[in-house]
């Protein structure tokens, strides 16, 4: 779990009680609205199941693989834009990428905002982009942490993030059992040195299981808008002890290991700073830290302050962290379940790098079907299947529905990446479907979604494709991925275990990994000895 999770829990019963304590105030104001925005506009809301007596849809919407429910519901009220209601919050699910680039994209601005989260301000993080609410710190914010990560500046990460890739291939041949450890260092590794200018050094390095705790306390934050603090804010006042307040609880006993999280890092990179005579432009904290201390020296005022910064860095490494790790986990599974694309995607690498040397940035412009195997990753099963919600800042009018202001939007990406008739065969994993017919393919579209829509649309998806791009070369390059062998010492298939609440992520699974062949170690110690004495590839 991590800052991008937003898990839908039912409520506990306890808290439904507390919710039912204040029903006067929000049956009233909902009451309020629902008049004042019916004689506001002529437009009905959109269609959808029937709520609850007085509890609307709190308890129609399940917790588990929400995103099926909703294309279900989708088809059987035969709209591509739903609607449900409680205690007077609206939720708006887009099931069509068509509705989505709509909204989202075109009329980007007036949805380019995020539901309240009031548990997540209790928690005590510092300013985090993904949860800011439209307004000027978001602004700055996106300002501040999307020119790093365009197409045109990420290049300078390449030689590290290719580094870390051998680094990673080197795990899975030396240590084949505990595979998903040196997967997961991989993608710390990356974005710790990007937001701080850290390393990871070894197996045991601190910075590893850092985040290990408030990834859990985020996890049982719920989604946002869904506790009772977000529908009556006055009540995160109450005090904690209350029976119904458990999840604000919650959040204050995770507070200081929150907390942790992002000073700790900061605070080292602080430090390491203080002994270099020059710092280096590309990591995130020395580049902002640089500039802060330039504009103080000459007095003039830091709209980015310290805790900006620090609020920045921890959201480079919080959001970019186990989103990469999740996606190459997802392409060892789909390696592993289709024999015949692992073959052929290896024959590829063969063919463009050679067996004589191992795969460099040259190569990847040239893997055109390894980049379909991870477009058609991104396709099978998007981390976030309800993207992140959005919010919207005014009414809107979509095909004639009322898109009320202050609704919670959802698209549901998993709905649109398995549209039949859009994808065919949509739970196929089959690569080439994307290659035009007289290429054997299907002609069809190559996934949109999963890295969200519009103004709020992912900062990091360039960077995060090239270090899938350069990590799925090199497990290709330097390993076979199998079944795990069974009691009789064969290759015994199985389905793995997921996990739909919130986020879709497979759990941790069991796979044979092998080195393609007996010189390859050798071959990534020399590479990673040259790297460290200064060989730029
Ligand atoms: C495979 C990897 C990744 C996936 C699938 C992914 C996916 C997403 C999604 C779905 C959103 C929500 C977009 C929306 O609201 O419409 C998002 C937002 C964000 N992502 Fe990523 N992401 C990945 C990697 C990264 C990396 C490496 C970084 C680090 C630079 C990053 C930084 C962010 C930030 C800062 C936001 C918040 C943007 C905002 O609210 O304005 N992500 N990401
Ligand atoms: C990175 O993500 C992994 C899960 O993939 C998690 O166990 C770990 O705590 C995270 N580390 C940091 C520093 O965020």
């Not at 609850?52 to 009220?77: I, M, N, Q, S, T």
């Not at 299981?209 to 529908?231: F, N, V, Y």
Request: charged content about 20%; some cysteine.
């Amino acid at each position: 779990m991590h800052i991008l999770s937003v898990p839908r829990q039912r409520l506990p019963t306890c808290i439904l009680y507390g919710i039912i304590g204040a029903l006067a105030v929000a049956v009233l104001s909902y009451l309020i609205r629902r008049v004042a925005s019916s004689s506001r506009t002529k437009a009905p809301l959109p269609p959808g199941p029937p709520g609850e007596f007085l509890l609307g849809h709190l308890r129609v919407v399940p917790a588990d693989a929400v995103f099926k429910k909703y294309a279900e519901w989708g088809r059987e009220y035969k709209t591509d834009v739903l609607h449900f209601e409680t205690f007077g919050t609206k939720t708006i699910v887009l099931n069509s990428l068509k509705s989505a680039v709509e909204l989202l994209d075109r009329r980007g601005l007036n949805y380019a905002d995020r539901p309240r989260f009031v548990m997540f301000e209790e928690m005590g993080w510092s300013p985090t982009l993904t949860w800011l609410r439209w307004g000027p710190k978001f602004q700055l914010h996106r300002r501040v942490l999307q020119p790093p990560f365009t197409k045109s500046k990420i290049g300078r990460y390449t030689g590290m993030q290719r580094k870390e890739a051998l680094i990673c291939c080197k795990g899975l041949i030396e240590d084949p059992a505990n595979w998903l450890v040196a997967v997961r260092r991989c993608s710390v590794a990356i974005v710790l040195k990007i937001a701080y200018g850290l390393d990871v050094d070894g197996p045991d390095s601190p910075w590893i299981s850092l985040a290990e705790g408030s990834a859990e306390a985020i996890g049982k934050a719920g989604a946002p808008a869904s506790s009772i603090m977000d529908h009556i804010p006055a009540t995160r006042y109450l005090p904690s002890w209350l029976p119904f307040m458990e999840r604000l609880r919650y959040a204050h006993t995770w507070r200081s290991a929150i907390q942790k999280t992002a000073r700790l890092p900061f605070q080292e990179s602080l430090n390491q700073m203080k002994t270099m005579s020059k710092l280096d432009d590309a990591y995130f904290t020395h580049n902002r830290v640089a500039i802060f201390n330039e504009n103080a020296k000459k007095g003039l005022s830091n709209d980015f302050d310290l805790e900006d910064i620090k609020g920045a860095a921890s959201t480079i490494l919080i959001a970019g962290n186990d989103t990469t790790a999740a996606t190459v986990t997802l392409l060892v599974l789909y390696l592993m379940q289709n024999p015949d694309v692992q073959r052929k995607a290896q024959q590829e690498v063969d063919r463009v790098v050679g067996t004589d040397r191992l795969p460099t940035w040259d190569d990847v412009p040239n893997l055109h079907y390894a980049k379909l195997v991870l477009q058609e990753t991104y396709r099978m099963n998007p981390l976030s299947p309800l993207g992140i919600p959005h919010a919207s800042v005014a009414d809107d009018v979509y095909e004639g529905m009322f898109i009320p202001k202050g609704a919670i939007i959802y698209p549901n990406v998993w709905a649109m990446l398995h549209d039949e008739s859009v994808y065919a065969d949509p739970f196929r994993f089959w690569p080439e479907r994307y290659l035009d017919k007289e290429a054997g393919g299907n002609g069809e579209p190559l996934p949109v979604g999963n890295f969200g829509f519009g103004r709020r649309i992912c900062v990091g998806r360039s960077l995060a494709e090239n270090s899938l791009l350069i990590v799925l070369a090199m497990i290709l390059a330097t390993v076979d991925i199998g079944w795990p062998l069974g009691p009789d010492g064969r290759p015994t298939p199985f389905e793995p275990e997921w996990s739909f609440r919130g986020q879709a992520v497979v759990m941790p699974f069991d796979a044979t990994i092998t080195s393609r062949s007996t010189g390859l170690l050798t071959s990534i110690d020399e590479e990673l000895r040259a790297l460290e004495n200064g060989k730029v590839i």
